[in-house]
């Protein structure tokens, strides 16, 4: 089964999907690239994040496009696919009145670990998602904390080289969010597995990813590392202690792309330019008699990016 396992093979790529149902398209022409680590499936709700982690399951196919995952082909190679690949679905529709340990046992059943290896791997990953003494006690009794954490364990319990997690922090609280991020990326870090997470939360994104994918109306619109994607911009913010019309103008004289916002400025110099902004913005505020409360380099971040291709 041709699984990748060098480090430099991307673990799921994407060219062009379509995926429409009726006349609404879900996916309209998604194109990326996901490497090893944990990467953040960033969008809205209906982006059509959903939709793509059931094409990579091989559950529904692209109408367009070319899907590979650890380099197969999931619309032909499904069941293979499956194999090595745990997903923890948003809803809790479980059955409530089964036991967690025997939902986890099942499901790896259902991946092909035979029955005595899928009992052993059931209470392993109960016990390493915190609820080792809570396994035996039935789905339907448990806490919305607690009933992710057992998707959480059935979708790491047959040993898969990718997960998909879908919404994992969804209906928790602060408090159970931080914990269940860090269990994530504990994980991930002790397993060495790679994870696809899907969220509407930038914090989550932030907080644990290596990368993100970001989602709107059907399309990625920006991908990447998140070192890559946020971070200094070249610019600067200057906050000032009265009104920033005069250095404003100051600046535009001397080729400061200047923005006013309240009474700080951000600066950006042209392209290619040598401009030394620290230096040119305390000049300015020397001739214009301005005094400057807060000076800092400035930073994109990724808010910027999801409210600028949001828009």
């Known amino acids: 089964m041709p699984v990748v396992t060098s480090p430099a093979d991307p673990i799921v790529t994407g060219a062009g999907i379509v995926k429409r149902y009726g006349n609404r398209a879900a996916l309209d022409g998604a194109s990326f690239t996901i490497n090893h680590g944990v990467t953040g499936l960033l969008g809205a709700n209906g982006a059509g994040k959903t939709t793509l982690f059931g094409m990579l399951l091989g559950l529904?196919?692209?109408?367009?496009?070319?899907?590979s995952v650890l380099g197969m082909d999931p619309r032909r190679s499904g069941p293979q696919v499956r194999t090595v690949v745990g997903y923890s679905p948003e809803h809790h529709s479980l059955p409530p009145d089964i036991r967690a340990h025997d939902l986890v046992r099942h499901v790896a059943e259902v991946h092909g670990l035979p029955s005595r290896d899928a009992t052993a791997r059931a209470s392993d990953a109960?016990?390493?998602?915190?609820?080792?003494?809570?396994?035996?006690?039935?789905?339907?009794?448990?806490?919305?904390?607690?009933?992710?954490?057992?998707?959480?364990?059935?979708?790491?319990?047959?040993?898969?080289?990718?997960?998909?997690?879908?919404?994992?922090?969804?209906?928790?609280?602060?408090?159970?969010?931080?914990?269940m991020l860090a269990l994530i990326r504990r994980i991930s870090a002790e397993f060495?597995?790679?994870?696809?997470?899907?969220?509407?939360?930038?914090?989550?994104?932030e907080r644990i990813c290596d990368a993100a994918v970001i989602?709107?109306?059907?399309?990625?619109?920006?991908?990447?590392?998140?070192d890559e994607l946020v971070g200094r911009d070249g610019g600067v913010s200057i906050d000032l202690d009265r009104d920033p019309t005069n250095l404003a103008a100051w600046l535009r004289e001397r080729g400061v792309n200047v923005d006013v916002v309240g009474l700080g400025l951000q600066l950006t110099r042209p392209s290619g330019s040598p401009i030394a902004l620290h230096d040119l913005a305390r000049d300015g505020a020397v001739a214009c008699e301005v005094g400057i409360r807060r000076m800092v380099d400035s930073t994109i971040r990724l808010e910027d990016i999801f409210l600028e291709v949001s828009a």
């Open 192 to 205: 060495g597995l790679d994870v696809i997470l899907s969220s509407h939360l930038l914090e989550e994104i």
């Open 215 to 226: 989602v709107a109306e059907g399309r990625v619109v920006r991908s990447g590392r998140l």
């Open 126 to 179: 109960l016990w390493q998602v915190g609820l080792g003494e809570e396994r035996f006690r039935p789905f339907g009794t448990m806490s919305t904390g607690q009933k992710q954490r057992v998707k959480l364990a059935q979708a790491i319990a047959h040993d898969p080289k990718l997960v998909l997690l879908d919404e994992p922090t969804d209906g928790l609280d602060p408090v159970q969010r931080d914990d």
């Open 60 to 67: 529904h196919h692209p109408d367009e496009g070319q899907l």
